[in-house]
């Protein structure tokens, strides 16, 4: 058991390995700073505990 779990890690290692050390800023995607969500309804409320649906929820928690 303790062979295959040294083998399972070891395949799961050389697998994420490329992940860890891949290059995440070279693009130009969001270097602006702004964030734009659209939705089709704008939101109602900018108060987290108060709101009614996802769009007031995800608007009220970038303030």
Same mark, same amino acid.
């Given at each position: 058991?303790?062979?295959?779990?040294?083998?399972?890690?070891?395949? !799961?290692?050389?697998?994420?390995? @490329?992940?860890?050390?891949?290059?995440?800023?070279?693009? *130009?995607?969001?270097?602006?700073g702004?964030?734009?969500?659209?939705?089709?309804? !704008?939101?109602?409320?900018?108060? @987290?505990?108060?709101?009614?649906?996802?769009?007031?929820? *995800?608007?009220?928690?970038?303030?």
């Open positions: 058991m303790k062979l295959k779990a040294a083998l399972l890690g070891a395949t !799961a290692s050389l697998v994420l390995a @490329p992940m860890a050390f891949a290059e995440g800023h070279e693009g *130009e995607r969001g270097r602006d702004e964030v734009k969500i659209i939705y089709w309804q !704008a939101p109602s409320i900018m108060n @987290p505990y108060l709101s009614g649906g996802t769009k007031d929820l *995800e608007a009220a928690s970038l303030v």
